[in-house]
């Protein structure tokens, strides 16, 4: 699948560039064979060969912690105890980039993208579909085409994480027509009139297990299936708040760059599929210092 899946900008880089590394950290610039081997309390790099072990005492001896307010290196960071929850995570993720083998470009890469400040984007909710508490940490925004096959496959197994993890998530849903399938914006249409009879989410659901019988027709069999009064269903298609819904929706998608469905933004973070969706999140959620809570297993959904 294509990477589907960042409000608050800040100052934050990584190694290579010039004020990518710590200024507190005395090995920063002692990364080659000879580079000491960083442990840190609370981290268990027993599963690291002695290189891998050395690559990864360079990687965190040199980015720096995601909190803005501690500009020290992760090892600083977590050997300080500074106050910053996200540090011993982020040190768990170079880790593991490092045990799979990633290239020091991926791993600078994939850091980035999960930890800096600046890639965290503006996603406005808007009065969107949304299911979920509004107090829940975690917020996922998902834009997709109901005619998308990637989506249709992705649908069950997101609303399935959505319900598992019911305290910790709300789900957001954002119309984004490719304008590569034939009925794709009908459907967003037949969905959106659904919610005016209180029936969105049956119908995002009926449609995506039905992606192909969604002419006309096959729309008004399933609003038919949720007792949905068709003739008003019709009318409330044809509003022009209906066309707005889905044209602002679209709007919002160009301006974050979209390239694709389904893509989502967890806490205004692009998921790039680079972790399994139940570490995402487990990950999020550690950063602020929280704990999963129970009956989250077997939530993941394999969207990337």
Not at 53 to 81: N, T
Request: glycine content about 6%; some cysteine.
């Amino acid at each position: 699948l294509k990477a589907i899946s960042a409000l608050i900008i800040g100052a934050f880089a990584l190694s290579s560039a010039e004020c990518g590394k710590s200024t507190e950290d005395p090995t920063k610039d002692k990364t080659g064979p000879d580079a000491p081997i960083v442990v840190l309390e609370g981290i268990d790099t027993a599963p690291l060969t002695q290189r891998e072990k050395k690559e990864w005492s360079s990687y965190v001896s040199e980015f720096l912690s995601p909190c803005q307010s501690v500009p020290v290196s992760l090892a600083q960071c977590v050997k300080g105890k500074r106050d910053c929850a996200a540090c011993a995570p982020a040190a768990k993720f170079v880790m593991k980039g490092v045990k799979d083998g990633m290239s020091r470009e991926q791993v600078e890469k994939s850091y980035k993208n999960r930890f800096d400040p600046a890639q965290i984007k503006n996603v406005p909710l808007d009065g969107s579909p949304a299911k979920g508490l509004e107090s829940a940490p975690i917020t996922i925004v998902e834009f997709a085409d109901f005619q998308c096959p990637h989506c249709g496959e992705s649908a069950p197994h997101l609303e399935k994480m959505v319900d598992a993890r019911k305290n910790d998530v709300r789900f957001v849903f954002k119309f984004y027509v490719l304008g590569k399938f034939p009925n794709s914006e009908n459907a967003a249409r037949a969905a959106i009139a659904a919610g005016k009879q209180g029936k969105f989410w049956e119908m995002h659901r009926l449609i995506f297990a039905n992606q192909q019988k969604l002419d006309q027709a096959g729309l008004d069999g399933l609003a038919k299936q949720l007792d949905l009064n068709v003739e008003r269903l019709h009318a409330d298609m044809q509003l022009p708040e209906t066309q707005e819904r889905i044209n602002k929706d679209h709007k919002l998608g160009e301006d974050l760059k979209i390239e694709g469905t389904p893509t989502m933004y967890i806490n205004g973070r692009h998921f790039d599929g680079r972790q399994e969706m139940d570490e995402w999140l487990n990950l999020e959620l550690s950063m602020m210092g929280k704990q999963p809570s129970p009956a989250t297993s077997g939530s993941s959904a394999p969207v990337a």
